[in-house]
């Protein structure tokens, strides 16, 4: 698996994170961005929510998000 970086941002309260992904000297670079008003529990479970998501490819999926986000066991 690639390298991914993981920030916090200042996001609103309703949004725990999300993976933003960006294509750079022909490779995918993935960034975990988790919400730096939430505590190191929420945030740990988001990470691994948003872990998720990258390691099955869900950009990459002809799924809706909101069947994506079922079947994330996080």
Known sequence: MEDIKVIYADLPCTCKGMVVRMFDDGENRDTI??????????NKETYKHELWHVEHDDFDSCLPVSVLEKLNPY
């Open 33 to 42: 961005v988790l919400n730096s008003r939430l505590n190191w529990e929420q």
